[in-house]
């Protein structure tokens, strides 16, 4: 093998990032679900100050400080000894509902691990892997994960972006939301506008439950109600508004669901389908973006799809032409990418 020494280097210097990234991120997790961090919200502690606040053994809370100092998650004052957490981190790491929440994403990650045993079986044998088969773990974590985009987005710019949906609303509308999970968008919808009703609809009844369980606590049970019913076979007619939220590419039979879609509506109905960010060909999506989703898609969203009637794999990275063609063969009539993130691609589709 003819080595460059430069390239080499330059490449092990990649794996030094992403190996420390890796093993950051179930730090993040503990120190999530241990509320370390929103501990350190108050002020500067020292690791015995806020093992003592925590209820937490002290030698492991040094090391985990010292963990998140390196990664540049903490802030670390060798005069005094303590660590503390500036405005920007403490935004990103403590306040669950706003728009920059990143726990959730690392929850999310670490889910991957306990599936790698399945996923060489599957790779090997070209059988599905079903959303239901994985562990809790990410189900709770895919909340927490895109809920911070849809808190930030959903009400402020995506709904305004489909034409006169917003109005309908705010006055009444019917609306369903299908491959609702835990409903989170569900609800962020229903808390926005309180004279439209929302039915939640996913196959996981797990999910269902918990969705019903948030709805009652987020005060909105009189007006939300979740079930579990599939993309092609969810009941009611006569919508104005079916939403899909980062969904439709995990489906068997994304064509179906259109189908079913286009007759749920009324007359005048919009379906508005969110996609991760994705260019259409391979090449445009190497970047740091479609690196996140290529990812979870080799793990979540292609062995879903695969392991349903259809198994057509879109993807996680499907871009606009492929969701395009599977919604107008679905009998749509009008397509068309309504606005976008650095993250999500917000499309509408109409009879």
Not at 17 to 42: C, E, I, N, P, S
Not at 149 to 166: F, M, R, T
Request: a negative charge; one cysteine or more; hydrophobic letters at 40%.
């Amino acid at each position: 093998m003819a080595i460059d020494q430069v390239k080499l280097e330059a490449f092990m210097g990649n794996f030094v990032h992403d190996f420390g990234a890796v093993m950051h991120a179930a730090t993040v997790v503990v120190g999530d679900k241990l509320g370390l961090y929103k501990a350190l919200t108050d002020g500067p502690l020292s690791a015995d100050g806020l093992a003592k606040k925590t209820g937490t053994d002290a030698r492991y809370v040094r090391e985990w400080l010292s963990a998140q100092a390196a990664s540049g998650y903490v802030q670390y004052d060798p005069a005094t000894d303590n660590f503390s957490l500036t405005e920007e981190q403490a935004f990103a790491l403590t306040v669950e509902d706003g728009p920059a929440f990143i726990p959730g994403a690392f929850e999310f990650a670490t889910a991957h691990f306990s599936a790698i045993p399945k996923m060489i079986a599957v790779f090997q044998t070209g059988e599905g892997f079903g959303w239901h088969q994985h562990d809790a773990a990410l189900f709770r974590g895919t909340e927490r994960f895109f809920r911070p985009g849809y808190a930030a987005n959903l009400v402020k710019s995506w709904i305004p972006s489909l034409e006169g949906v917003e109005h309908k609303l705010k006055a009444g509308a019917q609306v369903a939301d299908v491959g609702c999970g835990h409903g989170a968008s569900t609800i962020i919808m229903a808390q926005a506008y309180p004279n439209a009703t929302f039915a939640g609809f996913d196959y996981h009844e797990p999910s269902i439950r918990y969705a019903n369980d948030a709805a009652a606590r987020a005060g909105v049970a009189d007006r939300v109600h979740f079930e579990v019913a599939s993309s092609t076979a969810y009941p009611g007619k006569n919508y104005d508004l079916v939403t899909f939220f980062d969904c439709l590419h995990d489906m068997g039979n994304p064509i179906g669901a259109s189908s079913h879609v286009l007759k749920s509506l009324g007359p005048d109905g919009t379906w508005m389908v969110v996609e991760p960010f994705a260019n259409d060909r391979l090449e445009e999506n190497l970047n740091p973006v479609g690196r996140i989703f290529y990812s979870a898609s080799s793990f979540i969203c292609t062995p879903a799809s695969r392991s349903q009637d259809g198994a057509m794999c879109l993807g996680a990275q499907a871009g606009e032409k492929r969701i395009r063609e599977a919604v107008m063969q679905g009998g749509f009539t009008r397509f068309r990418r309504a606005t976008e993130t650095p993250f999500n691609l917000v499309y509408e589709a109409r009879p």
